[in-house]
Every structure is written in C-alpha cells, then in structure tokens.
T-cell receptor, first 118, second 112 residues
Framework: NAGVTQTPKFRVLKTGQSMTLLCAQD?????MYWYRQDPGMGLRLIHY???????AKGEVPDGYNVSRLKKQNFLLGLESAAPSQTSVYFC?????????????????FGDGTRLSIL | RKEVEQDPGPFNVPEGATVAFNCTYS??????FFWYRQDCRKEPKLLMS???SGNEDGRFTAQLNRASQYISLLIRDSKLSDSATYLC?????????????FGTGTRLKVLA
C-alpha cells in the first residue's frame, strides 16, 4: 500500500519555467491538499479539493493552479516559476467525514517535493 | 491570538525523561485534534488523533482540555529516536471539515 506518492522528489527550475507536481493516493480519499513549507514557518495551504473535478483556493494560491481530473490524482502547476516559490511542497489526502466517522479525519502526507527556483 | 499556538522550543531532555508539550487553540468549536511528528525536511507523520478527552499509544499520551482550549502531548521514557518536531493540528469544525490549522511545531531533542 503506497499511500500518498509525490513526483518528482527534487527539481531545480529557472525563473519563468513551468512545471507540474503530481500527487497520487491509493486510499480512496475524497479530500486532497497541496501545502508548502518554508523554514521557520508552518505548513501553508495552497489549494485543496473535496472531490473529483472540484478545486478551491487555500491560504497562498497565487502563482499556482491545480486540477483533479481523477479522484486519486491531484496536480499542482507552476505556470511561470519565481524564486519566491522555492520551497518544500507536500501533498496530503484524507477521508470526507460521513456516517460513523467523526468530523476531521487525519491527513496523510506524501514525502514531499523539494523545489528550487533559480 | 494565533489560531493554533505552540512553544517552538527546543526542549532538550535526557534519555528516559518524561516531557510534555502544550498546544493552545482559539476556536472553541474545534472537534478534531491531531499530533504529528516531523523529522528534518521530511513529511509530517501522524502520531495520534484526539476526538474526545484524550488518547494513549504506548509511551505517548494526548490530553484534551476543552475548558482551557489546549491539547497536550506527553512522552514517557524518551528515546533518542523521539528527537523531532511535533506539530499540533486542529480541525475547526465551524470552518468546514476540509480545513486544518497547523501549529508551527515544538522541537524536541533527546540527549544521550
């Protein structure tokens, strides 16, 4: 059981280049999230999705786009990379609360993508 | 006041010691609480979930105090491998179940 898988693990880009980060989960989770983590700061939500075909902005969405065409995949795109987007990016997923499951299911994280923009 | 606050530490403790961290939250409607550990530059890993008064898993105990709006994590018989940053995460139900508020973490160093 792979859990949450992120690709690539590392990437170096030049300013202005574009790229897509892929997140795949095999736990049949409804919710998926993209976070960034910078030194001395907590995890900040970029975008999230509560189901296939739906996405929404988080706390720091500028400069990023996302898509969720399939339930198991959540893509994060950088259209024109900037040095301020140098960060570690984490994808996470969780169940949607329903039935006997209490509200707020724990998130499961991928092992991160380390992105440097020169 | 921040939505979720943690003492950044570091907490330096000898092996075998008992150590406790607190995490305060501002939204009294919060229903779900989580402790994660994060090793340097790696992904957060779930330590335990807390939905009622508390939870225990081996050497780790989490206690929830709704009246004072804090959750604590107690680690007994500390091991060198417990050295990490511990993240407190709160799910404020009033804001929708998708939202998770992360503390900035408490750093623990267990010394030989």
């Amino acid at each position: 059981n792979a859990g949450v898988t992120q690709t690539p693990k590392f990437r170096v880009l030049k300013t202005g280049q574009s790229m897509t980060l892929l997140c795949a989960q095999d736990m049949n989770h409804e919710y998926m999230y993209w976070y960034r983590q910078d030194p001395g700061m907590g995890l900040r939500l970029i975008h999230y999705s509560v189901g296939e075909g739906t996405t929404a902005k988080g706390e720091v969405p500028d400069g990023y786009n996302v898509s969720r065409l399939k339930k198991q995949n959540f893509l994060l795109g950088l259209e024109s990379a900037a040095p301020s987007q140098t960060s570690v990016y984490f994808c996470a997923s969780s169940y949607r609360p329903r039935g006997l499951r209490p509200a707020g299911q724990p998130q499961h994280f991928g092992d991160g993508t380390r992105l440097s923009i020169l | 006041r921040k939505e979720v606050e943690q003492d950044p530490g570091p907490f330096n403790v000898p092996e075998g010691a008992t150590v406790a961290f607190n995490c305060t939250y501002s939204n009294s409607a919060s229903q779900s609480f989580f402790w994660y550990r994060q090793d340097c530059r790696k992904e957060p890993k779930l330590l335990m979930s807390v939905y009622s008064s508390g939870n225990e898993d081996g050497r780790f105990t989490a206690q929830l105090n709704r009246a004072s709006q804090y959750i604590s994590l107690l680690i007994r018989d500390s091991k060198l491998s417990d050295s990490a940053t511990y993240l407190c995460v709160v799910n404020p139900a009033a804001s929708g179940t998708y939202k998770y508020i992360f503390g900035t973490g408490t750093r623990l160093k267990v010394l030989a």
